[in-house]
């Protein structure tokens, strides 16, 4: 039998995997210290505190997307953004998920019209909610 060589790992996705196990380090099962780390006081505080800075973060790359359409820095959206991941990855490591959950998720709909995936998850929501 042939063994299929492990896909060649990607860069991007490294860094996220370094992050994440930072993260996950913050954890309070973990040892994380809330008057050493700014994740593990997030985390001390509780999903509120996190899902609040995520909302704000969102709001920050809507404005600094607006901001770049009439002649701000392209670049700040990229920080923002960056903001937004990073709190999201505190949510993920909250909730005992990973980053490679959510590409495995992307990776699923890979080559699926966003506007038939759409109407799949409203039929499956009606078909939920009717149960």
């Given amino acids: 039998m042939m063994m299929k060589p492990d896909a060649p790992s990607r860069p991007e996705e490294d860094?996220?995997?370094?992050l994440a196990a930072v993260i996950?380090?913050?954890l309070p099962a973990r040892g994380g210290d809330p008057d050493k780390s700014y994740v593990?006081?997030?985390?001390?505080k509780g999903p509120?505190?996190?899902?609040?800075?995520i909302g704000e973060e969102a709001t920050e790359v809507v404005m600094?997307?607006?901001?770049?359409?009439?002649g701000g820095e392209r670049a700040k959206i990229v920080s923002e953004v960056a903001?937004?991941?990073f709190h999201c990855m505190v949510a993920l490591a909250h909730y005992g998920l990973a980053p490679r959950d959510v590409v495995a998720e992307l990776e699923r709909r890979e080559g699926t019209s966003g506007i038939e995936e759409k109407a799949l998850r409203k039929a499956q929501d009606r078909e939920t909610s009717n149960d």
């Fill in 15 to 18: 860094a996220l995997a370094r």
């Fill in 24 to 26: 996950e380090s913050r």
């Fill in 40 to 44: 593990a006081r997030l985390l001390h």
């Fill in 48 to 53: 509120d505190a996190f899902l609040k800075k």
């Fill in 64 to 70: 600094a997307a607006k901001d770049a359409d009439h």
């Fill in 83 to 85: 903001d937004l991941w």
